[in-house]
């Protein structure tokens, strides 16, 4: 079974850019999750999606963040535009329903110069 | 809200040797409780979770964790160490039908021949 998928593995921009994150669940898994995880620090849920509905965005800072996940499979994070403080690592996860365990992408490592 | 604490940011240790990693929670109602872990370079993998019955929880690599309502605690415990278990542990917490996890700031697992 292949796990999340993520792209890209790295991405370096300067700040006041734009950029996007691709996430593929694992097949069949209905709840997708993003999370940052600044360095030194545990991963901070983002947004949680139910097929292609949100049901929580709470930590999602919306002046900047956005996330769609049209088809309800795969999902989109964007971030447009970009501060220094956004430097982090993006993980992916999904789980077959909200009541499963996640399971978690390598992540995309953004660093914003 | 739910909180978790990671006591040692950093944890060196022999190999061979036993090892601990502390994790405590807060919360006002009952929990699920996880151990994942982060190898260099990779996404996070659970590890082992506690949902109910038996307080003491294993994994298949050795690893074990006890939970215990009335210290609110869930540390990790291995008798012998090995240099593959070089990585990074998280604890996280999670309400029952809430599935959003709430992570600490990870500890780092370093072993020395």
């Known amino acids: 079974e292949a796990g999340v998928a993520q792209s890209p593995r790295y991405k370096i921009i300067e700040k006041r850019q734009s950029v996007a994150f691709w996430c593929n669940p694992i097949s069949g898994h209905a709840t997708l999750y993003w999370y940052q995880q600044i360095l030194g620090q545990g991963p901070k849920l983002l947004i949680q999606f139910q097929n292609n509905g949100v049901v929580d965005d709470s930590q999602l800072p919306k002046d900047r963040f956005s996330a769609e996940r049209l088809k309800g499979v795969d999902s989109t994070l964007k971030i447009q535009p970009a501060k220094l403080e956004d430097s982090a690592v993006y993980l992916c996860?999904?789980?077959?329903?909200?009541?499963?365990?996640?399971?978690f992408g390598p992540g995309t490592r953004l660093t914003v110069l | 809200a739910q909180s978790v604490t990671q006591l040692d940011s950093q944890v060196p240790v022999f190999e061979e040797a036993p090892v601990e990693l502390r994790c405590n929670y807060s919360s006002s109602v009952s929990v699920y409780l996880f151990w994942y872990v982060q190898y260099p370079n990779q996404g996070l993998q659970l590890l082992l979770k506690y949902l109910s019955g038996s307080t003491l929880v294993k994994s298949i690599n050795g690893f074990e964790a006890e939970f215990n309502k009335s210290q609110t605690s869930f540390h990790l415990r291995k008798p012998s160490v090995h240099i593959s278990d070089t990585a990074e542990y998280f604890c996280?917490?999670?309400?029952?039908?809430?599935?959003?996890?709430?992570f600490g700031q990870g500890t780092r697992l370093t072993i020395n021949p």
């Open positions: 996280a917490v999670t309400i029952p039908g809430a599935q959003k996890l709430v």
């Open positions: 996860a999904s789980s077959l329903t909200n009541a499963d365990t996640q399971y």
